[in-house]
């Protein structure tokens, strides 16, 4: 039902910028919750900075000050602005959605496919 698109991956420096994009199919961003993934090889994937379908934002500790994260209801499109990013920032940036409790399904999470970004000098 909901369809995720990031882009905006690729390869920087460290200390460089890079910003994400996700296209979410259907007007959703005032009802789910949505947020940015990430996996780095070897590693679990963990949150990287939610926004909710209130408004609210929180982000890891590992970003906080670096990273930003935003919504545009209107063009159903989610963004992370990367700054200062330093190599351990290299992942598979995913873009998520959390529905509302569903009756007999109970909340739903969708996952885009994954941008790469990787940096490195």
């Known amino acids: 039902q909901v369809q995720l698109v990031e882009s905006g991956g690729g390869l920087v420096q460290p200390g460089g910028s890079l910003r994400l994009s996700c296209a979410a199919s259907?007007?959703?961003?005032?009802?789910?919750?949505i947020g940015w993934y990430r996996q780095a090889p070897g590693k679990q994937r963990e949150l990287v900075a939610v926004?909710?379908?209130?408004?609210?934002?929180n982000s890891a500790d590992s970003v906080k000050g670096r990273f930003t994260i935003s919504r545009d209801t209107a063009k159903n499109t989610l963004y992370l602005q990367m700054n200062s990013l330093k190599p351990e920032d290299t992942a598979v940036y995913y873009c998520?959605?959390?529905?509302?409790?569903?009756?007999?399904?109970?909340?739903?999470?969708?996952w885009g496919q994954g941008t790469q970004v990787t940096v490195s000098s």
């Open positions: 998520s959605a959390y529905s509302p409790y569903v009756p007999g399904k109970g909340r739903i999470r969708y």
């Open positions: 259907g007007s959703i961003f005032s009802i789910y919750d």
């Open positions: 926004i909710t379908s209130r408004g609210s934002t």
